[in-house]
């Protein structure tokens, strides 16, 4: 999306250079380095550095699962085990514009059932914002926010 922009902007900038009367004709034209990078996606594709989270879990039913993993999204990268799929379920859910990591909000009624002892803690930079969101299994809307994020989390036994 960012390349996007940048691109738009440099078409844009170049129309409104060649309309604006009474320029002189040695008008600087975009530098070419400049417009070959934002093409092929050079420097100005900053979110290999805006994509970094910490997924922490605990108590999930399943040994392999619990422990701490940096899952790195644009390009696709970290120690988790499900990279990739967990990076395309963040792309799935910002394209539904939502926030993955919002909590259950206080004044929602939640069926009283408990999921387990399963927590988790995702800490990091997505999408350009901060994040520090925690989950747990402690009733229905906590639970099914929990599935929401499978593979980012672990599915629960």
């Keep these: 999306m960012l390349r996007r922009l940048t691109l738009t902007a440099a078409a844009s900038f170049a129309a409104l250079s060649a ?20 093409l092929q996606g050079g420097a100005q594709d900053t979110r290999d550095v805006q994509d970094r989270l910490t997924v922490t879990t605990a108590e999930t039913g399943n040994r392999a699962a619990n422990g701490t993993y940096e899952l790195k999204c644009g ?22 514009d939502g926030d993955p990591f919002a909590a259950v909000p206080q004044d929602r009624m939640c069926t ?10 995702i800490t990091g930079t997505w999408n350009g914002r901060s994040v520090d969101a925690t989950f747990n299994q402690g009733n229905g809307c906590e639970i099914s926010r929990w599935r929401q994020m499978v593979p980012v989390l672990p599915s629960v036994r």
Excluded: F, M, N, W
């Design 112 to 121: 009283h059932q408990y999921g387990g002892p399963a927590t988790a803690r």
């Design 19 to 38: 309309a604006v009367p009474g320029t002189s004709a040695v008008a600087a034209p975009i530098p070419l380095p400049l417009l070959q990078d934002v």
């Design 75 to 96: 390009p696709t990268g970290g120690t988790h085990p499900e990279a990739q799929a967990a990076c395309d379920r963040l792309e799935e859910l910002a394209g539904e």
